[in-house]
């Protein structure tokens, strides 16, 4: 059941998306093991570096209001594209720092859903302690 709610509030997040230039959107939930549940959508800038995408900003106001990796018990993350989206690089350097390894991470676009993780998306990542 909680990935089916998860999903749900992912894609109520999508509808906030602001996305004029790209028309992707994207939503995103984090699901935190005390049952706390933190949305993100995509936020397009003309400026494109200046967008941000909805896997962090949902991960951002988990970390925002105190959580940490250890608090994350699931992501979902979803899109209105005709394949499943997948964290584009940003987002995965970011998760790598900001999830464990091997926290679930579902991916969906409606009419088709995946379960990975980070361990799986960014194999060979670069971390504090490459620093």
Known sequence: MEREELLK?????MEN?????SHY???ACV???DGSYYLGCNIENASFGATNCGERTAVFSAYAAGKRKDDIAMLAIVSNGKRIGTPCGICRQ???ELLNQDTPIILSNGEKTVETNIAELLPWQFGSEDL
């Open 9 to 13: 509030l992912a894609f109520r997040a």
């Open 17 to 21: 998306a602001y996305a004029p230039y």
């Open 25 to 27: 959107k994207v939503g």
């Open 31 to 33: 699901l935190c093991k």
């Open 94 to 96: 970011v998760l790598s």
